[in-house]
């Protein structure tokens, strides 16, 4: 069950522009994926960023693990790389953390939901509970230090780029559709000939017309 359930979400996600995905030793509970963040708004906006996805056997019972291949200096990632967020934790209420079933792993979730919830994280950093101190601390009292921090994380991971991939950006992965063009007309189409009529309709209404010259005959007998 577990494979048959990875395998489907693999296959989704391969197709998705702000993940990079693959298998490790050709092993579907462990992945290799990288985030892209395609937000021009976000400092992290065009890093490539590494990381492992472990599943475990009873997938998608239990969350999976992950784990960035960089440390990236932030409040809630620790220092090896984990992450300290919600939605990795074991299913169920903790009253020590006072973290609710609802904000925990569940059978519910899936991969998707897993690597979206990273990437906001990653703008989003909570520092009441961080999992890096330093970095929550040089968040609140000096952000522009942190800002400078996150900068040099996102250049460095540049160099994970794999050979001939091509990075999306924002504007390649939410280009609009071509429309069609204003100068569009029904003469510029096959339409105006359903239209504006066929010699069918021309041949019933000449037969109309000799049906009406009979009556009219008819009467003045």
């Known amino acids: 069950m577990a494979e048959k359930i990875l395998m489907n979400e693999y296959k989704a996600l391969a197709k998705e522009t702000w993940t990079n995905i693959s298998l490790v030793n050709e092993n579907i509970f462990e992945w290799s994926v990288a985030l892209i963040v395609l937000n021009p708004d976000s400092l992290y906006y065009g890093g490539y960023f590494k990381a492992t996805m472990k599943f475990p056997q009873n997938y998608p019972f239990e969350p999976p693990v992950f784990r960035f291949a960089r440390p990236l200096w932030h409040p809630n990632i620790y220092p090896d790389g984990r992450l300290c967020i919600s939605i990795l934790h074991q299913p169920g209420d903790d009253a020590m953390s006072g973290e609710q079933a609802g904000e925990r792993w569940s059978p519910v979730q899936r991969v998707e939901s897993v690597l979206i919830s990273v990437l906001s994280l990653l703008d989003d950093a909570e520092v009441s509970s961080p999992a890096n101190v330093d970095a929550g601390v040089m968040l609140r009292n000096d952000p522009a ?15 994970d780029i794999p050979a001939g991939f091509e990075m999306p950006t924002h504007e390649s992965a939410f280009k609009k559709e071509d429309k069609i063009p ?26 109309d017309d000799d049906d009406t010259e009979g009556d009219e005959e008819d009467k003045e007998e």
């Open 182 to 207: 204003d100068t569009f007309s029904w003469s510029d189409s096959e339409a105006e000939d359903d239209f504006g009529g066929s010699e069918s309709d021309e041949e019933m209404f000449d037969d």
């Open 145 to 159: 230090a942190y800002k400078d921090r996150v900068r040099q994380d996102r250049d460095k991971s540049k160099e």
